[in-house]
Nanobody
Framework: QVQLVESGGGSVQAGGFLTLSCAASGGTFGTYAKAWFRQAPGKEREFVSGISWGGYSTFYADSVKGRFTISRDNAKNTMYLRANNLKPEDTAVYYC?????????????????WGQGTQVTVSS
């Protein structure tokens, strides 16, 4: 059973940055495609960014493209999300997700494993 733990969330002012981390255990991290989702109060969980099994392909939601960068370090079993130029609309709980596939999916239902989330709050 793969376990995922997010960290790095916090409160920042608009224009600031955060680096979120997702630490994995219980599996071979390099064999999983991984993604970040987020969920704001009263809204459905939405895809933010994903990275393929080999780390060669990355994907971003239009809302964060150009501001967020996803990466992974398989030797450390850790995935990261660098969130720059944060906006109030980025405020949400951010979740790490993984699935045993080379292919990234933007669909919540396609992921087998989830972390418990880390809160990001951006003030204007």
């Amino acid at each position: 059973q793969v376990q995922l733990v997010e960290s790095g969330g916090g409160s920042v002012q608009a224009g600031g940055f955060l680096t979120l981390s997702c630490a994995a255990s219980g599996g071979t991290f390099g064999t999983y495609a991984k993604a970040w989702f987020r969920q704001a109060p009263g809204k459905e969980r939405e895809f933010v960014s994903g990275i393929s099994w080999g780390g060669y392909s990355t994907f971003y939601a239009d809302s964060v493209k150009g501001r967020f960068t996803i990466s992974r370090d398989n030797a450390k079993n850790t995935m990261y999300l660098r969130a720059n130029n944060l906006k109030p609309e980025d405020t949400a709980v951010y979740y790490c997700a993984a699935r045993p596939s080379r292919v990234v999916s933007g669909s919540r239902s396609d992921y087998n494993y989830w972390g418990q989330g880390t809160q990001v709050t951006v003030s204007s």
